[in-house]
């Protein structure tokens, strides 16, 4: 992760944002829930806004125990697709409980990409092989390109259940994220007509890896009992804009009181700055929380830190968080919508990988997510923008 960070932004010539080949912007208001958000959020990534899912925000070590849960229980599938998977601990609660389904007769389908694992194939997949596992390798590196990667983290458990966020398989994602350099990260699980978009994503990869098609009850009617109305957004590169960035700025452009970001290597492009800028001016309540010295990507962290005067200038407010590692990607926009994928506001994100995120218009999950942000910014230190006051710390 932190090579290819680096890279695309020697591609950038670290300048502090990305090079524009394009000029992209949201020039409509956009209200930021109900139909006319899922409106705006069709007509800019194909992807649409369904009621009746049950969505739950994973911190931490919390997204390892529920999915080992989960895949525990696992009756007729597993899918995944996942950038990073390296041996350890985490690796092996995983293995273990996936093995174990395999060889009770489910059907286990792993992609993994080959630069983020490079090791995946080697120390992990023999014990997955052996219990029956099926397992592919996304774009065999050095035959293909270092920038062209599979960043998506996703899992679904019988076509019903689906994990995606920020989370790899690592043993730096086990514990708080606050105490023994554990990094601090955010997924979501949820069941609803989004899973089946998600499950797209992973027959996509898995298709391209050289993976048979799913048979068509592979894919089941989904559950529509719970109260989050929510879509789930993939991403692959293009030359021109990518849904990464169209969902991105769409997110930013309906912000009309809070937008509240957090985000593990944020360089972003010149037209996602400009558009923070013109959100800040119009009053909304823009706040950045990133990594400090614990960034992995000592070259994402000085480019960030070159932003602050700018985004200082701008009224916008940027927190670096002091115990760990922060690796979520996370939009919070005023009351209603939240987004939680893989998707940095860096280069490759916005232009070059593949990437998948949900998004949320549930009231009572994004408070949950902006009372997270707020204990977040709680172990963080202001880098740029004016303090808060006592009133707007605990908004």
Not at 160 to 182: A, F, M, N, P, S
Not at 208 to 218: I, M, W
Not at 264 to 285: H, I, Q, T, W
Not at 307 to 336: C, F, N
Request: proline content about 4%.
């Amino acid at each position: 992760m932190r090579i290819l960070v680096a890279a695309a932004l020697l591609v950038a010539g670290c300048g502090g944002t990305s090079p524009t080949f394009h000029a992209f912007a949201i020039s409509s208001d956009v209200p930021s829930s109900g139909d006319e958000f899922a409106s705006a959020l069709f007509q800019s990534v194909g992807a649409t806004m369904t009621p009746g899912h049950a969505v739950q925000r994973l911190d931490n070590g919390q997204m390892i125990d529920a999915l080992v849960a989960d895949l525990e229980r696992a009756k007729t599938s597993i899918d995944a697709v996942m950038y990073i998977w390296e041996a350890g601990t985490a690796s092996t609660r995983l293995t273990t409980a996936i093995a174990a389904r395999a060889r009770a007769g489910v059907a286990c389908r792993i992609v993994i990409d080959s630069f983020g694992s490079p090791d995946f194939e080697k120390k992990v997949a023999p014990v997955l092989v052996a219990a029956g596992c099926e397992v592919r390798i996304f774009r065999p590196f050095p035959r293909n390109s270092a920038l062209l990667r599979n960043h998506r983290k996703i899992f679904v458990i019988d076509g019903l259940v689906g994990y995606t966020g920020g989370h790899c398989i690592r043993d730096e994602w086990l514990g708080d994220g606050v105490h023994d350099e554990k990094w601090r990260d955010t997924s979501v699980r949820f069941t609803g007509p989004a899973v089946r978009e998600a499950h797209q994503s992973i027959a996509e990869n898995w298709q391209e890896a050289g993976g048979k098609l799913l048979a068509a009850n592979a894919f089941p009617a989904q559950p529509t009992d719970g109260a989050s109305r929510v879509a789930f957004v993939s991403s692959t590169a293009s030359p021109n804009v990518t849904r990464a960035e169209r969902l991105t700025l769409l997110t930013i452009a309906a912000a009309h009181e809070r937008l509240w970001i957090t985000n593990a290597y944020f360089v972003p492009s010149n037209d996602v700055m400009a558009m923070l800028e013109r959100k800040a001016a119009a009053g909304v309540d823009v706040r950045i929380l990133v990594p400090d010295e614990h960034d992995d990507s000592k070259i994402a962290l000085v480019a960030q830190r070159r932003l602050y005067p700018r985004l200082a200038k701008a009224g916008i407010r940027v927190w670096e968080y002091q115990p760990s590692m922060i690796h979520a990607k996370t939009m919070i926009v005023d009351d209603h919508l939240s987004v939680v994928g893989s998707i940095n506001m860096d280069p490759l994100s916005l232009n070059k990988l593949d990437e998948g995120a949900i998004v949320v218009d549930d009231k009572a999950f994004a408070e949950g997510m902006a009372q997270s942000f707020l204990q977040d910014c709680a172990r963080a230190k202001l880098e740029a923008g004016a303090p808060l006051t006592a009133m707007h710390a605990a908004q």
